[in-house]
């Protein structure tokens, strides 16, 4: 696989920047696709320009918003008073309509630390004790419409997240659209797409990036994949620990907590302990 996937907005702009600044010196070479979950994008555009693209050089960009994606759904329908959480949600998986190439979708909270590529991430294994309750009302609705045992379970719906086109635009065709899909998606309180596409995907029998994976907890960190990316889980951030994990020369992704970045003097003291420079 050599294409990744970001959807991104001016709330994540500081976390964004310190991910293309990971993807210049950590990630080889590959596709990287920006949407910009943003109207008008205009004024994000120019900062990406000034402060971000400079850190992408050796890759093959292309910056998407929502006007490129006019021609497959309803942009009104999608800008009428949507939470921005669902509908960069709806553009991870419309994305899909972009390409045959499968991809890697990250949040802007994703940073590399090490030398790596996307094949370095493979995907996560299904387990029901990491069902989220928060998600079993749409869980629920999924099983029923695709006949699926109500204790099916799937994978956690975190980033890094592998993404089949093929399957994608299977699904929407199962709803007779994807503006269908949308208007269904949307009525949940916690929508979830990479529960429903891991879902439909085992309801077509459809099974992609299977590989050996394990989840083992380390204080408050949790890690996604056998030492290979640890996602922070505090609302607090224990500098020390967040060192320790950066010095584990097995993980080569660290995923941070939205909470604790909009402390100043913590996203300083990241940015200093971040291999990055």
């Given at each position: 696989m ?40 205009v ?34 329908f ?116 990479f ?24 204080r408050?960190?949790y ?55």
């Amino acid at each position: 696989m050599d294409q990744l996937l970001v959807v991104t907005c001016n709330r994540d702009r500081w976390q964004f920047l310190l991910q293309c600044k990971s993807i210049g010196k950590f990630l080889s070479p590959c596709k990287v696709t920006i949407i910009i979950n943003q109207y008008p994008a205009v004024e994000w555009q120019e900062w990406f320009d000034n402060h971000c693209r400079i850190h992408l050089l050796k890759h093959e960009v292309c910056v998407l918003t929502y006007e490129d994606f006019l021609s497959d759904f309803s942009f009104v329908f999608l800008s009428r008073g949507i939470d921005g959480w669902v509908t960069q949600q709806i553009l991870k998986l419309a994305f899909a309509l972009k390409t045959e190439q499968d991809y890697l979708v990250l949040d802007s909270k994703n940073w590399f630390i090490r030398s790596c590529n996307l094949n370095d991430f493979p995907e996560r294994t299904r387990k029901a004790s990491d069902h989220n309750p928060n998600f079993n009302p749409i869980h629920q609705d999924c099983c029923q419409r695709w006949s699926l045992n109500t204790a099916t379970p799937y994978r956690p719906a975190i980033t890094p997240y592998h993404v089949n086109p093929d399957t994608v635009k299977r699904l929407f065709k199962d709803f007779g659209g994807i503006d269908n899909f949308m208007s269904w998606f949307v009525k949940f309180k916690n929508p979830s797409e990479f529960i429903v596409y891991d879902l439909f995907a085992q309801c077509i029998g459809r099974e992609s990036f299977t590989g050996k994976t394990a989840n083992s907890p380390c204080r408050n960190f949790y890690y996604a994949h056998t030492t290979v990316a640890v996602e922070h889980k505090s609302t607090e951030l224990n500098l020390v620990e967040f060192e320790a994990c950066l010095q584990d020369t097995n993980i080569k992704m660290i995923t941070a907590s939205i909470a604790f970045m909009r402390d100043a003097a913590v996203r300083q003291a990241v940015e200093q302990l971040l291999p990055l420079n």
